[in-house]
């Protein structure tokens, strides 16, 4: 990765355009062709360096559900609790935190009721008690990486 | 409040939730994909953009592979009347990626304010969140970081099939 590279994952966390040659204009305002762009994109994302290039949904927004929930799993139980926990599609990320609360996971629902009854489901498999945490108020979301 | 968006729209949401073709003419890509106009789909991606269905179109960087391994989940016990300004507060700082108000579940969980802080190690996320502390001042009745010690799933969130 170059300081090109960075000047393109500072810039272009937001705002690319819906038109018919949007490389092609956001190109032209870093001064290098569409070509070397489009090239650079598919680089960091094959290194790993940016995860998606893309829109960004908001998925309460189109109906769907979304939670952060956690569990506290015993220490000798836990990589099969996670691969029951994994095991669900609708659990999107899952971390083990260094907390009581050691698995922390986040749900994406294509609809809002579906989300209670895939907790109840988990803490059915589990036999762990499941703290639901959805969001009351959002206050910011976003990356605002300065590389 | 949910933005109305009809059956195309979610098959535009399908085809684009794992990224935009990489080619010069992207939203003609996915017309033809889906058998419609490439302006139909501008319209109606920008459309859903201007409504807020789309967030925002971009680089979605990851943290972790550019060097910000020190991620920490600060939550914080914070009076309830006191919530909005605190969050509107910490989540403008430019090291918080997340901010939000959650219920607390006592007595195992007291946390009712959530941020995400960011750095490039523990040290630099440690040194942040003593700065939301002070910040917080009286208003912060207790605080924790938890640091994440291994991704078990990250797959992206699937809104649409």
Not at chain 1, 71 to 87: S, T
Request: glycine share 8%; hydrophobic share 40%.
């Amino acid at each position: 990765m170059d300081t090109r590279d960075a000047t393109i994952i500072n810039q272009l966390q937001g705002g690319f355009p819906i038109t018919e040659r949007p490389y092609a204009e956001v190109a032209k305002t870093l001064a290098i062709t569409e070509k070397e762009l489009i090239e650079r994109l598919e680089n960091l994302l094959a290194e790993g360096l940016l995860s998606r290039f893309g829109p960004l949904y908001h998925a309460e927004r189109l109906g769907g559900g979304l939670t952060l929930a956690a569990l506290h799993v015993p220490d000798e139980g836990f990589d099969r609790v996670a691969e029951q926990v994994n095991h669900f599609p609708e659990v999107a990320h899952n971390y083990q935190r260094e907390h009581h609360l050691n698995m922390w996971f986040v749900l994406a629902t294509e609809t809002a009721e579906r989300i209670d009854e895939v907790l109840t489901e988990i803490e059915q498999k589990t036999g762990c008690r499941v703290y639901n945490v959805p969001k009351i108020e959002e206050f910011f979301v976003g990356l605002r990486f300065e590389l | 409040m949910n933005t109305v968006i009809d059956t195309t729209d979610r098959r535009i949401i399908a085809v684009t939730q794992g990224g935009l073709p990489l080619t010069p003419r992207p939203y003609a890509i996915i017309a033809a994909q889906l058998g419609l106009d490439a302006n139909d789909v501008m319209t109606r991606m920008q459309r859903m953009l201007d409504s807020g269905a789309i967030r925002r179109i971009g680089a979605v960087p990851n943290h972790y592979a550019l060097g910000f391994k020190g991620n920490g989940m600060s939550v914080w016990d914070v009076p309830d009347d006191a919530i909005k300004e605190a969050g509107q507060t910490i989540g403008a700082l430019d090291f918080v990626s997340h901010c939000y108000h959650r219920p607390r579940h006592p007595p195992t969980w007291p946390y009712n304010l959530f941020a995400m802080v960011h750095g490039r190690d523990r040290a630099e996320v440690d040194e942040k969140v003593r700065h939301i502390a002070a910040i917080l001042g009286a208003k912060n009745r207790g605080h924790e970081v938890l640091f994440s010690t291994r991704i078990l799933k990250k797959t992206g969130l699937r809104i649409v099939g």
